[in-house]
């Protein structure tokens, strides 16, 4: 239960910052090789 508690939470830190998925999709590394 600890452990899918500390994913829910972590989660929804993550969802709660749009900005921070951005930047993470936006990153040149990410664009690699995709046409």
């Not at 452990?3 to 921070?20: F, G, R, S, Y």
């Not at 936006?26 to 690699?32: T, V």
């Amino acid at each position: 239960d600890a452990i899918i508690d500390a994913d829910c939470q972590a989660w929804n830190n993550l969802i709660d910052k749009p900005e921070t998925i951005s930047s993470i999709g936006m990153r040149k590394w990410e664009h690699i090789g995709q046409s």
